[in-house]
């Protein structure tokens, strides 16, 4: 599967914006897709969308802020991102077969996409 991250930018504390991540391949509908964001001392795994019911995983630092979603039509998996904060300036890469479990983020264990750049300025 190969993935191509879009939609960054610079926005104003409070503001929204919205990533995609185009995922192209054989069977790539069958794939969980997820987001991970990365300072460069830090990577952290941000949402996990899973294939079977589109049911997601969300980061505490994001949950009730950040919002995942799939168009299969268009092999697309959105990240739509409000009330944004400095603290959310990062690069953001989309990435497959990510898992999780009630117990919290398992990890990610496929391709990783090029990273579209985000920044919250306060």
């Known amino acids: 599967v190969q993935l191509q991250a879009s939609g960054g930018g610079l926005v104003q504390s409070g503001g929204s914006l919205r990533l995609s991540c185009a995922v192209s391949g054989p069977s790539s509908e069958y794939y969980s897709i997820g987001w991970f964001r990365q300072a460069p001392d830090v990577r952290e795994a941000v949402l996990c969308l899973?294939?079977?019911?589109?049911?997601?995983w969300y980061s505490d630092s994001v949950k009730g802020r950040f919002t995942i979603s799939r168009d299969k039509a268009k092999s697309a998996v959105y990240l739509q991102m409000d009330r944004l904060k400095p603290e959310d300036t990062n690069i953001y890469y989309c990435?497959?077969?990510?898992?999780?479990?009630?117990?919290?983020?398992?990890?990610?264990?496929?391709?990783w996409g090029q990273g579209t750049q985000v920044t919250v300025s306060s």
């Open positions: 899973t294939y079977k019911n589109d049911e997601a």
């Open positions: 990435v497959s077969d990510c898992g999780w479990s009630p117990a919290g983020f398992v990890g990610a264990f496929g391709e």
